[in-house]
């Protein structure tokens, strides 16, 4: 069900807000639809193709690392699929539950754990997929190939840009301290 609240007035109202204070517009704009692009695609995927086969984006998102990559050990996935290694564990736990990954110890090294797909984990991937990549096809439709490929290569410019200098953006900004521990939004204990 489309918002009723639009991109364009939403763009409109914080111009309006922020009047004239000296800001980067076409930056804000940028980064803004990322996420809200983001956010609209993973909702429609999970609510649609994801539903179908029970699966969070998260957990597709692990099945399909380890589906293209193989065995692959904790860490790896966890970086890969954009989340911390405390998350893979309870995705991976679930998966393996429901039959699709298999954990196992590292051959030479015990502090270290392996994910594989179970042949049931294989079957589904080579079945959701297809269904998935038609839903990448369906949110793309107004756009043409040559302008997936753009918006791909600018998108992956943006994530090569935080890659590279993100860290070191950090330290500047924080003058070199480690950022301060996050709160879940809760107030604290009395």
């Not at 763009?11 to 076409?26: D, N, T, Y």
């Not at 949110?139 to 992956?156: I, S, Y």
């Amino acid at each position: 069900m489309p918002s009723q609240r639009s991109i364009t007035e939403a763009e409109k109202l914080a111009r309006a807000k922020l009047g004239g204070v000296p800001i980067h517009r076409e930056q804000m704009a940028a980064v803004a639809n990322i996420y809200r692009a983001a956010s609209a695609v993973r909702q429609h995927l999970e609510n649609t193709v994801l539903r179908d086969s029970d699966l969070t984006w998260t957990a597709f998102v692990v099945l399909w690392v380890v589906w293209v990559w193989g065995e692959s050990e904790t860490r790896t996935v966890a970086e890969e699929a954009g989340i911390s290694k405390g998350t893979l564990t309870g995705v991976a736990r679930t998966l393996e539950a429901r039959g699709l990954l298999r954990r196992s110890k590292h051959p030479t090294d015990g502090r270290l754990v392996l994910l594989t797909l179970t042949e049931r984990g294989e079957e589904l991937m080579g079945r959701v997929f297809p269904a998935f990549n038609e839903e990448e096809a369906f949110v793309t439709a107004r756009l043409g190939d040559e302008e997936c490929g753009t918006l791909a290569d600018l998108l992956r410019r943006v994530v090569v840009q935080v890659e590279e200098h993100g860290e070191q953006r950090r330290l500047e900004l924080l003058d070199g301290a480690e950022p301060a521990r996050r709160r879940s939004g809760r107030r604290p204990r009395a």
